[in-house]
């Protein structure tokens, strides 16, 4: 089957669950302001929102930017066992130590610059909200701090690493990570919901706005300059197309049966995942396992999940002070348990 025909086969692929109550149910525990599902090629929204609103999807961005490593692994270009140093010389301290697959399953033990005040996007700003910043001025703080370890030697979440993940596929390619996605990935998946924006602080419409509390009030959180998070999670799409994008992913039209055999090569990370080359394996409360990633940015949280032929992609906005976890669980449950 042909990219083209198997993007046609996925819109009519139909899924066997929709939990129409679980997703009211995230918006009616107060935990978010709107929720949208899509399942399959059905879809539905919970609160004032359209089933096809764009949110920030966060961390969703690792899965495309491994994606696109790991077809340079197909074309050797990149070797995932090489230390980065051979391809970025004197960028990463101790990079002669620190593998390419290391920085892509977080086992290279960098410091996450996202953990110091006033450097992540789940947090509040202010007007360092609309600021720019460059993938070298995340990597300065990161490399301020001393790593959680040795490489390889444990397990720690980093958007560092994936900051230079993205420069790795700048300086392979030659061209901007961002365009190596469109060009890779977004063109070819026709996802034309989808985009990396830059400094463009907005969304499309249609799209919910995402909320924080600040000094004890809710406040509008959706305007922010995503340069902070760059290739660790800038990117805007649709439940739609994430939905696509890993059909496409499984189903090894985008990298080789091999290449997608070691993104799968999970290491333990924590109660609730294992961690792959760009993936996570949820663990549900029936004993299956879920595949995908899940993505946060302040006011949008994002998870996508697959288990066989069964897509399930949920984007919500997330209320201060609320906690729909209970029921994300529930809803997820009901989709991939029997």
């Not at 610059?113 to 360092?128: E, F, K, L, Q």
């Not at 990597?139 to 390889?152: D, Q, T």
């Not at 890779?184 to 830059?198: E, F, K, M, W």
């Amino acid at each position: 089957m042909n990219l083209t025909a198997f993007v046609a086969s996925a819109v009519l692929a139909v899924s066997p669950v929709f939990p129409a109550a679980e997703l009211q149910q995230i918006v009616d525990s107060g935990g978010a302001s709107t929720a949208v599902l899509r399942v399959g090629d059905r879809a539905g929204a919970a609160g004032p929102i359209t089933p096809d609103a764009y949110f920030r999807i966060g961390s969703v961005t690792k899965t495309f930017v491994a994606t696109v490593i790991l077809q340079l692994v197909d074309e050797k270009r990149v070797r995932l066992d090489d230390p980065i140093e051979r391809y970025l010389p004197g960028v990463v301290p101790d990079g002669e130590r620190i593998t390419v697959r290391q920085l892509l399953d977080h086992t290279s033990g960098i410091y996450d610059y996202a953990h110091d005040p006033g450097w992540s996007t789940n947090r509040w700003r202010g007007d360092d909200r609309f600021r720019h910043y460059e993938p070298e001025q995340l990597l300065e703080v990161a490399f301020s701090h001393p790593p959680y370890f040795e490489p390889g030697a444990g397990w720690h979440y980093s958007n560092t690493n994936y900051i230079v993940a993205g420069l790795l596929i700048e300086r392979v390619t030659g061209r901007s990570y961002g365009e190596e996605i469109v060009r890779r990935i977004v063109r070819p998946l026709r996802l034309v919901h989808t985009s990396l924006p830059g400094d463009r602080p907005g969304l499309p419409e249609p799209h919910a706005p995402g909320y924080t509390s600040v000094d004890g009030k809710l406040v509008d959180a959706t305007w922010m300059n995503p340069s902070l998070d760059w290739a660790a999670g800038e990117m805007i799409s649709t439940t739609a197309d994430i939905n696509r994008f890993f059909e496409a992913l499984f189903a090894a039209r985008l990298t080789s049966k091999a290449a997608l055999a070691e993104m799968r090569r999970y290491v333990p990370a924590t109660d609730l995942f294992d961690y792959g080359l760009g993936l996570q394996r949820f663990r549900l409360p029936c004993g299956t396992t879920a595949e995908g990633h899940s993505g946060e940015i302040l006011g949008y949280t994002t998870y996508s999940t697959h288990t066989g032929a069964t897509h399930a992609t949920l984007s919500y906005n997330p209320l201060p002070g609320g906690d729909p976890s209970s029921a994300v669980i529930a809803l997820f449950t009901a989709i991939h348990c029997d």
